[in-house]
């Protein structure tokens, strides 16, 4: 009996020091580190179940670790059974004091995480724009959020423009001189053309700016 109490005594001092670090560390936390790992899982979910960047919620659980070996203890349990009790503890009392000390190696980790993701996307996105047929839109352009709007309402307007005066040209060709038709029908024909592709590039320029926004507010949740 001696050796169980002095067994769970000592499981409680431990529990009582770890249990003063962890309020100090997440204390100490500043808000940007809390916003980087606010969906974070840092441990394997058989020693915890905690997401985040405070590490005290993980108390609890080990209080209740130690509530349920009393338990087997004074139910007289098979010693495997105690002993896998024990070593659980024990892992947790470790895994909990390595995170104590690997908070800011966890934020440099998804600061990385993050900086490859925008990475990849950006090549991406530089990608597609290659491939798209729309080069001559300058890929500075693509992003910027202001640039882009400005080019969206470049083409919508150039798109009014070639409407208007594809408007004018048929209402001419109506009473034009024959000699003039074939060259007024050529000329629409031709702004029909500019026209599809300006529409072209407003809807690919439509496209990047989902794009470009969907990922930012993920990015920055």
Sequence with gaps: MRNTNQLIYQLKQQLSSLEQDALHHDQQLPAQQKKILQDIERFNSQLFIQQGAQLSPC??????????LEKQLSFKLDVRIIELSCQRIQDRFTALRRALVTTNLNVNTEKQKRDNSRARYAKKQQQQHSDSGFGWIAS???????????????????????????????????????????RLQN???????????????????????????????????
């Design 59 to 68: 108390i609890a659980q080990l209080k209740k670790d130690i509530q349920q």
């Design 187 to 221: 000329e629409i024909l031709s702004l029909h053309r500019r026209l599809g592709k300006c529409r072209q590039a407003i809807s690919y320029i439509e496209e990047r700016i989902q794009m470009f926004e969907r990922p930012n507010r993920n990015l920055n949740r």
């Design 140 to 182: 500075n352009v693509m992003k910027n959020s202001h640039q882009i709007y400005q080019e969206l309402n470049k083409h919508l307007n150039w798109a009014t423009t070639f409407e208007q005066k594809i408007a004018e040209m048929e209402s001419a060709l109506a009473n034009c001189h024959s000699t003039d038709k074939i």
